[in-house]
Nanobody
Framework: QMQLVESGGGLVQAGGSLRLSCAASGSHFPSHALSWWRQAPGKERELVAAVGWTGNDIKYVDSVKGRFTISRDDTKNTVYLQMNSLKPEDTAVYYC?????????????????WGQGTQVTVSS
């Protein structure tokens, strides 16, 4: 079992930055792919970024490329999402997820463990 707890969300003006953290408890964190998802009101959940178990395989949704950076620290059992140049359309609840696949998957069904979410609101 693995429990995930997100932190770092909040209210920020357009153009600002936030860093989300997701701390995991439980076992096998280093062998899991990790990801960040988001869901805005009235929209489906979408993958924002994912990183494989080595930290070298990374994928991003096109809308955040060049602005967001995902990273993992296996010594701290934590995955981060650095978000720069935030836009109002980035407003959503952000969730972290972990799955036993070694490579960053775009499919939510590949992730077994989910956090409770943290709200990110970007004002214009």
């Amino acid at each position: 079992q693995m429990q995930l707890v997100e932190s770092g969300g909040g209210l920020v003006q357009a153009g600002g930055s936030l860093r989300l953290s997701c701390a995991a408890s439980g076992s096998h964190f280093p062998s899991h792919a990790l990801s960040w998802w988001r869901q805005a009101p009235g929209k489906e959940r979408e993958l924002v970024a994912a990183v494989g178990w080595t930290g070298n395989d990374i994928k991003y949704v096109d809308s955040v490329k060049g602005r967001f950076t995902i990273s993992r620290d296996d010594t701290k059992n934590t995955v981060y999402l650095q978000m720069n140049s935030l836009k109002p359309e980035d407003t959503a609840v952000y969730y972290c997820a972990a799955g036993p696949t070694h490579y960053p998957s775009s499919f939510a069904s590949h992730y077994d463990y989910w956090g409770q979410g943290t709200q990110v609101t970007v004002s214009s």
